[in-house]
Each structure stands twice: as C-alpha cells, then as structure tokens.
C-alpha cells in the first residue's frame, strides 16, 4: 500500500526544501508547480486557453508563457488569478491523477503531493496525511524576497492571495516548524518518518 502524503505551506515556506529531504530517504515526490508549468508549454491547450483571456502579451518572442509577466498580473489582481487558476486547476488535477496512479500501481511506499493550494482546491481527500511546511510571516516575506528578488509590496501581494498560515496550520494533519536551520528541518522530516516507518 503507498502512503500518500500530501506536503503544502504557504509560498516560500519550505516545501520544495522537505521535499528534498524526503526524496533523499527514498520518497516519489509529484510537484503540483512543475506540472503548472507542463500544462502551458506551447502547444497545449492551456497555453491557448491562457493567451484567449491575457492576449498575447504574457507570451516571450519565441512563443513561451512569459512568467514572470503573467505573476505580475495575476498577483496584484485577484480576478485574473481566479481566471488563471480555472484554466490550469483542471490540467493539473488531471496529471496529478495519472502520476499518482502510476506510483500506486508500482506500490512506491511512499509518495508525496507537493501542493502550494493543497486545502483551497481538496486535495486534503487523496492523502492519507497532509503535512504543512510553516514559519512566521515575517521569515516567510524575507525568504521570499530573497529568493525572488520581489520588492516588500510584491511579495506581501503573493502571501496575501493564498490561505493564511494558521488556517492551514489548523487543517493540516501535521505541522513542521521551519523557522530555524536547514538542519533542524532535516531532523523532523527523519523524525516523521521513523514514526511511520517509512525510512
Ligand atoms: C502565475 C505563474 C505563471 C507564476 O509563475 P512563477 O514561475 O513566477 O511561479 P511558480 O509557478 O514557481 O509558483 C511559485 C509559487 O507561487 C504560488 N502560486 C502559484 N500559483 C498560485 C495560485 N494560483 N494562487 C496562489 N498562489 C499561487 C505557490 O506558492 C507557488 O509555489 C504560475 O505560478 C502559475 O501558472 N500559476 C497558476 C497555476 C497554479 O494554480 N499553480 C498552483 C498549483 S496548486
Ligand atoms: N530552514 C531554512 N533556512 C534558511 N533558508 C531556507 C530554509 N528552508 C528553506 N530556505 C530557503 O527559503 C526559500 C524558500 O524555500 P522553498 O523554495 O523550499 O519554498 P517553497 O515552499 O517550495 O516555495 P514555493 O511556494 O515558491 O514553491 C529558498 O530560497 C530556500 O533555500
């Protein structure tokens, strides 16, 4: 039986670093960010879908979705986020599914749904577990500065379209604290695992 483990946090809380961690002790990790970026190479219909309702102003020369650009817009207005995410919400979902049964097929022991929107969009009923990853916003607004180069408004915007922490905090199964050091991360993901014997 795989165990399906549902890891989300709030943007730049530390997912992909568990993640990370849990690949490295033998975990299948399925990333909801990297198929968001599957779904709208060119010639998908996402991509089609996203350029009918941005116009092809969020498009490099060369064809490709324009990120940067497209966060831009859909960051500092909710109505365009909320029209993004009914394009690739269902994309995703479907990917997500074929991976997952991929994995259960090959009974992988343990697999993780990587997902930033994991209670918004309830994914909460295909894990056996949900973990969130958190720290104190003020940590979270200086990582995600640092690591985007995003002006303090920029990032405040980004935090601010997502569940705040203590809600899913509160949902969550299970809460790691990644205020501190990699290495005081490291030893609650190993922590978590030895209880489950999933190691
Ligand atoms: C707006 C886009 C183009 C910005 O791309 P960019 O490369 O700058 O960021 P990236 O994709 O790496 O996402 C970074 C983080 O932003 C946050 N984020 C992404 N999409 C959303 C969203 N729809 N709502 C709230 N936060 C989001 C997440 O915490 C994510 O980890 C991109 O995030 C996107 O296509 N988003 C829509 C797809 C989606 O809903 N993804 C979430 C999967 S659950
Ligand atoms: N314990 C830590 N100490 C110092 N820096 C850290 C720690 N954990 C993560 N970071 C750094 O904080 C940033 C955000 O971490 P990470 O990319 O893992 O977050 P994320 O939740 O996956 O982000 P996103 O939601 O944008 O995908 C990265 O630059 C990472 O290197």
Redesign the pocket.
Known sequence: MTYVLGLTG???SG?STVAKILSENGAEIID??Q???QV?VPGTIGLKQITQVFGTKILTTTGQ?N??K??EI??SNPDD?KK??AI??PL?RRELKLQLAKLQQQQVKLVVLM????F??GYQTWCDETLSVTLPLKLQLQRLQQR?QLTTAAAQA?IA??MSGKKRDQLADTVIDNSQGIGALEKQVIKWLQERNLT
């Not at 997902?115 to 994991?118: A, R, V």
């Open positions: 709030g943007i730049a997912k909801a960010d198929i968001a970026r709208v979705l990120r940067k497209l966060g859909v960051f986020l993004l995410t690739t919400a995703i997902i930033p929107l994991l918004e969009t985007d980004r379209t997502q």
